[in-house]
């Protein structure tokens, strides 16, 4: 689950934009019919993009407001990478 990937990286693991992006993709394809956007957000090299539909999935799934902090406090996409 995408929760998954963002707890793993709040808690240290290593992360790589590249592997994020691929699970994601994953995932929205096996719930397609949820209306994700994270993907097209990083396919689109907006941060903010990126950071408000790893919000409005956090939202939308009822998780902990608190991870939405973690969100805004990292970069999702790194260029070059």
């Known amino acids: 689950m995408i929760i998954d990937l963002i707890l793993d990286r709040k808690d240290g693991a290593e992360y790589s934009p590249r592997d994020f992006y691929n699970s994601v993709r994953e ?24 950071k408000k539909a790893l919000c409005e999935y956090i939202i939308n799934n009822g998780y902990s407001m608190d991870i939405t902090e973690y969100i805004y406090s990292v970069n999702w ?5």
């Open 27 to 50: 995932y929205e394809d096996t719930f397609e019919s949820l209306g994700f956007s994270i993907s097209r957000a990083m396919d689109g090299e907006s941060e903010l993009s990126v």
């Open 77 to 81: 996409i790194i260029k070059g990478v």
